[in-house]
Every structure is written in C-alpha cells, then in structure tokens.
C-alpha cells in the first residue's frame, strides 16, 4: 500500500514538473524578428479600443509586443553617420539604412481604418526608455532649401530621440530609419492612445519592446550599462478611458550575444532603393495586411486620393509573374487590376522646389514625398516584390511607355548621399526604358514629381529569373493612369459589403496576452470594394484570401526562430498561470481519487 502511494506521488510530481517547465520557459524567452517586412507597432482599433501588437511578414502575422524582440545586425554599424539634426549622438553608432547592412530591416508602425473605427488620431505615448546611449528615428527630407543631406522628426514637437516622455504620431502606415550610438539592449515601453472626434482618450494596454543591436567586431568602444533615457512618467489618470489594467511590464537590462539569421530573406534592396522610407503593407501594412498574394485582383473602377499604395505590387505562382496594384487605403489591402485604378493627385501637392533639386528636376511641381507624411491627403505610392519570394529574387520594374502634359520624375535622398536616382540609367526623368530593378524581394517608396496638371499613364511591365531557370519570365503589362492638379470627386464607398466574410489570419505569439476583448481582431485580409462583387470576382476574393492566409502560415514558419532570447527577463502572463493551477487543481483531484480506490482496495 505504502509503495502504491508513493508511487502516485511520484507520478504526480512528474506530470506537474512537465507541464510547468514549457511555461516558465516560455516566460523567460522573447521570439527574435530581424527580417521581413515588420510593423513594430501595429494598432488594431477595430474593437473600439486600441490594442498594440507586433505585424510581421508576408501574411501579417500579429505578435504580442511583450513576446518579440527585434534584432538588428551588426553590419549596420559605422562611424561616419554624421547627422546634422541629431546634437547628442556621436558619428559612431548602428544605422539601419546603411549602405552597408547586409539586408533591410527597419520595423515601421500603422493603425489601419482607425477613422472609420470612430477616432480622429492615434499615437504611441512612451512612458519609460532605456538603453546604453541615445538612440533615435528619423526620416529623409526631400525639399530641404539648404541641406540636401537633411532629416526629418517622426516623434512629436520635432524630436528625434525616443526617451520617457516623447510621442510617436501614427498618421499612417510608416517606415523609418533608426540610428543607435551604442550596441546592446533598448526597450520602449509604452502604450497606444486612441482619440475620438470628441477629444476622448482611450487608452491600449501597456507593453514593452526591446532592440538588441548586435555588436561589430570593429565597435573597439567598452560596453556601457543600460540606463533610462529621459524621466519615466509616473502612474497617472488624466480622465482617460482604462480598458485595462496598468500593471508594470519590467524592463530588459542586460546585453546578450545571440545568433543572426543569415538566412532570411532580404527585403529590402538598398542599392536600388537608397535610404528609402517606406510603409508596407501586407502584413506589412506595416499597418497594413499585405495581401499581396496571388488571385485575380478585382476591376471595379475605383478612385484613390489619398492613403497608401504599392502601384508595382508583383507576385509569383508556378513560374509566372503578375504585376497588379495593392491598394492599402482602406486598411485591407485589395489587389486591384492597374487599369482599373485612377490615382488622384490633388493641388495640395504643388511644391516649389529648391534650387539643388530644381536644377536637376524642374522648378516647380506637384509631390509626393517618399516619407508618407501626407498620406492622409495625398497617395503614398510605392512598390514591392514580396510576393515573388521563393521562385524569385531580382525583379525589374520596366517602363514601356510614359504619355503625359508634362514630366514624371522619381527620386531618392539620404542623409550620406543626397539626391539619387532610383533608376538602373542613373536619371531621374521616368522615360521609355527606365528600369526599377529591385535586388531582393522587399519593399520601397520613392519621391514623385509631376510638373504640369492634367493626365499621365504608365505602362509597365515586371521580369526576373526563376532560381531554377535560365530564362527570364515577364510579367503582363500593365496601365496606370494619374490625374495631377485636381480634386477628387466624392470618394465612392471602400466599406466591406455585408455578404463578405473578413479571412483572419493565425494570431502567432509564443506567449500569448489576454486580450481586452473576446473579439479582439488579428489580421484581417478582407477585401473592399467601391460596389458589390460580381460572383467571379467574390470567388476571387476568397480565394486570394485562402493563399494570403496559407502563405503568412508558411512564411512565419519559414523565418520565424523560435529561440529564447537572453535578452529579454520573465514576463507575467495570465492565461499560462491559470492554465497551469486548471492542471495542478485537476491531477490534485485525480490524486485524491487514485488515493480512496488504494483505500478501498486495501
């Protein structure tokens, strides 16, 4: 009898050891991102309070921000980043959009349809920073009158370094350029808020980020101790809306040395694309859902003014390439046949330019600025070739015909190199044979200059090499047409029919978080439309929806590394604890009974 019991015990003690050691695991890990296309933060309103997660990946696959951390390679750094607008950093430091970065990696933010979710603005209050120095976000200004190497601020009141205290506006979907003057760990810690057309404020969850910036073999400097950056705002209630509980998410201070990913597929090309900023979309839409899969984009006729786009948006089945339009403005992303799209360029655009860019492009003209900073008004344009990955690598985006009033410029800048051109011949001027070649599937954007009112189109078409082919694939050809110099027409309804079903993709987090709401959305791949589908295109829609949904499955498999970051300290997560007692309550039951049957028996 004695030894039966024992025996019980015994077995009980090894169930509950079992179960519990994968949890503290799990507690004690963060899952490391340093590729693909990555909205670090990514705010979902639709439940009418704002919930901050982590988008990354062909399939915009939604992370818990307090289970990731973002890594990034040591081959950014350098020691002439001589930035003009940033007074306390020195020349040495880890630059993300270094021409030395052995691939693109620069996580962005984005909220999508949050105006249609009842809120006027979104931002991203930081109430405590840490790290081993200054670290800062900034962007590239085009239309600089005296410094064409100029930046400009994201944060708010024109500030670049993130520390306790500062706020990120999210006026859209955004990418940035990140600068650290030291290697080691930084984290933000935070949370978003949401403010409706009455001016109240609601508030997301708090939550933590975390960089670790990978040190260089010739970053020669001592490692420094993590320190906070700026004042950390203490616990306060300004009247806001609470839909949750403010419990403190400790901070991660201490560096760790941790592999990179070699591997991963590089999504960005900076040769092609200098210094670009960009906002992305599919599960890049980086607010946005790049649904840049496959499927018969759809033909309703359609007007876009205003919000972000990947005109080029190429993709890759069975050997072939489609070049169609992504439209992201909606905060879904549709893929849309280009000829049936008119891209409406407004007379807010009309900018004199400065004398370093009119000698070069023309003096007046109506642009589009490679920052996004007037999405909200404007149309963000862009392109990707995300979608070509695995069959393909290198694409070219060429122009076979160009008919307009005037001239199309596209241009680049950056703080090192000023103005440069995107195109292979090395002009500026968008002419027959132009070729956009793009190195590595990824994602971009590029300034655009029209320089006369009135109507243009395009005609392009996309080539690359299979990795098992010798032969090049072209693409079909494709028409866009841009009206420049005049305001839209009423904006014909983007809100998703009612017979159509939202595909939501797999809410992937190793340590997953409550949410504020049983409802609380993942990422929605659903298509909108201007008018209800025909029954062909609905069908295409749900097919385009099913392989978006299969592909962001495969592509977080495929670069996602589940490894436990030493970077990251224990997190305090509820439904891992409760599962935990359910099962010790459970096998304490179950012990009880086995205990009464030796009884009887005995």
Do not use: C
């Amino acid at each position: 009898m004695q030894t039966i019991r024992r025996g019980v015990t015994a077995l009980l003690a090894i169930l509950l050891a079992a179960l519990y050691l994968p949890f503290a695991h799990a507690e004690d890990s963060r899952f490391e991102i340093s590729s693909g296309h990555t909205d670090g933060f990514y705010v979902s309103t639709d439940t009418g309070t704002p919930v901050v997660k982590v988008a990354n990946g062909l399939g915009n696959t939604l992370y818990d921000p307090n289970s990731v951390y973002f890594a990034i390679n040591s081959s950014t750094y350098g020691t002439n980043y001589e930035f003009s607008s940033l007074d306390r950093s020195s020349s040495e430091g880890y630059y993300t959009a270094s021409w030395e970065a052995s691939h693109y990696f620069e996580p962005g933010w984005s909220a999508p349809g949050y105006r249609d979710n009842g809120f006027s603005s979104v931002r991203i209050d930081f109430t405590e920073v840490t790290g081993p120095a200054p670290f800062a976000v900034l962007g590239n200004d085009p239309m600089d009158e005296e410094d064409e190497f100029a930046t400009v601020p994201f944060l708010s009141d024109g500030k670049y370094y993130l520390e306790a205290g500062t706020s990120l506006p999210i006026l859209g979907h955004t990418h940035a350029h990140w600068f650290f003057e030291h290697s080691g760990t930084y984290t933000l810690t935070g949370h978003a808020v949401a403010v409706t057309a009455d001016g109240r404020e609601v508030e997301s969850a708090p939550f933590t980020e975390v960089f670790q910036v990978e040190k260089h073999e010739d970053d020669t400097r001592a490692d420094l101790p993590v320190i906070t950056l700026g004042t950390p705002a203490e616990e306060h209630d300004h009247g806001h809306e609470h839909d949750h509980d403010h419990e403190s998410i400790p901070g991660h201070e201490h560096e760790h040395e941790h592999e990179s990913n070699p591997g991963h597929e590089h999504d960005h090309e900076h040769e092609s694309t200098p210094g670009h900023e960009h906002e992305h979309e599919d599960g890049h839409d980086h607010g946005h859902e790049h649904d840049h899969g496959h499927g018969q984009p759809l033909t309703d006729p359609t007007t876009i003014s205003a919000g972000h786009v990947d005109l080029f948006n190429v993709s890759a089945e069975d050997g072939t390439l489609q070049l169609a339009l992504n439209d992201g403005t909606s905060g879904h992303h549709v893929l849309r046949a280009p000829e049936s799209v008119t891209m409406v360029i407004g007379p807010s655009a009309l900018t004199s330019l400065p004398a370093s860019r009119a000698q070069k492009l023309a003096p007046t003209g109506y642009l589009i600025s490679e920052n996004g900073t007037e999405q909200e008004t404007l149309p963000f344009m862009g392109w990707d070739t995300s979608a070509v990955a695995p069959d393909f690598e290198a694409i070219d985006l060429k122009v076979l015909e160009v008919t307009g009033p005037g001239s199309i410029f596209m241009f680049k800048v950056s703080p090192f190199q000023g103005m440069t051109s995107p195109f292979t011949n090395g002009d500026y001027r968008v002419a027959e044979g132009s070729v956009l070649h793009q190195a590595n599937p990824g994602h971009a954007h590029t300034n655009w200059l029209f320089t006369e009112a009135g109507t243009y189109t395009l005609k392009i078409q996309a080539s690359g090499t299979p990795h098992d082919g010798d032969s090049p694939v072209t693409s079909n050809i494709s028409t866009y047409t841009f009206t420049v110099g005049e305001t839209a027409s009423a904006p014909e309804s983007q809100e998703p029919q009612p017979e159509q079903e939202e595909a939501k993709a797999p809410l992937a987090s190793p340590s997953a978080e409550a949410s504020p709401s049983a409802a609380e959305p993942v990422a929605t791949d659903a298509t909108t439309v201007a008018s209800a589908p025909s029954a062909a295109e609905s069908a295409a829609q749900d097919n385009q929806q099913g392989q978006n949904i299969q592909q962001g499955q495969k592509n977080e498999q495929a670069q996602g590394k589940a490894a436990a970051s030493p970077a990251a300290s224990a997190l305090a997560h509820t439904g891992s604890n409760l599962t935990i007692l359910l099962v010790l309550g459970a096998l304490l039951s179950l012990g009880g009974i086995v205990t009464v049957l030796v009884r009887r028996t005995a």
